[in-house]
């Protein structure tokens, strides 16, 4: 005997009823964004963008992502912009902006970024006349770093000095920061590493002094938004190593990737402790 025609009419509209209530399948034709945030560099942001749309192109394709568009920053104001209307899968981040970010936006460590010196990973105290760490401190510092003074102090510093030990000096361009020193305007200059390999190309670069280096900090991040479903972000690991291949190699150093590399939070546990809560 057949289910009367009422009761199966009352199970089909309940089945349909059930299906209108629930989620639709994470990221499933969702706009897919993703967010690159390098700061401090020397290059332009419109100049940048092109490569960076090249890039995301290629990684749309390897992961079928529908509507995936990627957009290059260098300040945390407008990248947080950003995040608040365009509510990104995920971020390629330096690492002050991403302990900075973290918590926050509650970011998951999915990848690093090789790079070629894109600057972040070390840096330095370099000086004309002193010789060492003592002898900048009380005199005059000039640095493009030093917005963050958290990230200086507990993660770069690890309590060798305070930005309170000098006579600071914020300047606004890495060049800026080493031809103040160089032109005797300032004793010393804290830079990083891509200021460092710049020292050599410019006259007198190489007559100043190492007076302090950090540790080796870990590189940029690629992180994941919640946004980005599981699965999602699970299989865009699995293709990181195809992303910069041949093709797509000069675009992704345009950007400051050279590849991405897995990576865990276990990976920058050391920073994060550093940085705090």
Not at 3 to 14: E, K, Q
Not at 69 to 87: H, L, M, N
Not at 115 to 131: C, D, H, N
Request: charged share 20%; glycine share 8%.
């Amino acid at each position: 005997m057949g289910i009367p025609l009422n009761i199966a009419t009352l199970i089909v509209s309940s089945m349909l009823a059930l299906a209108a209530m629930a989620p639709p399948l994470a990221g499933a034709g969702d706009p897919l964004r993703i967010l690159v945030l390098k700061e401090h560099g020397v290059g332009s942001p419109t100049l940048a963008q092109p490569y960076l749309d090249r890039f995301v192109a290629t990684a749309a394709l390897q992961n079928e992502w529908e509507d995936a568009k990627g957009q290059y920053y260098v300040t945390r104001a407008a990248a947080e912009e950003f995040i608040a209307t365009q509510k990104p899968h995920y971020g390629i981040l330096s690492l002050a902006a991403f302990l900075d970010f973290r918590i926050k936006y509650n970011l998951e460590v999915v990848g690093k970024v090789a790079v070629s010196l894109v600057g972040g990973q070390q840096y330095f105290l370099i000086s004309k006349t002193q010789a060492d760490l003592a002898g900048c401190k009380g005199k005059k510092l000039v640095s493009d770093h030093a917005t963050d003074a958290r990230f200086i102090e507990k993660v770069v510093a690890r309590g060798d000095f305070v930005l309170k030990d000098f006579q600071l000096v914020q300047t606004q361009r890495p060049l800026q920061t080493i031809k103040e020193v160089l032109n005797g305007n300032a004793d010393c200059g804290l830079i990083d590493d891509a200021q460092f390999g710049e020292l050599a190309k410019l006259p007198g670069g190489n007559d100043l002094k190492t007076a302090w280096t950090s540790e080796k900090l870990p590189p940029m991040v690629v992180a994941a938004f919640p946004s980005a479903p599981t699965a999602e972000r699970q299989r865009f690991q699995k293709n990181f190593g195809k992303v910069c291949d041949a093709d797509t190699k000069p675009a992704c150093a345009e950007v400051g990737i050279s590849s991405l590399d897995l990576a865990s939070a276990a990976d920058y546990a050391s920073v994060v402790a550093a940085y705090g809560n």
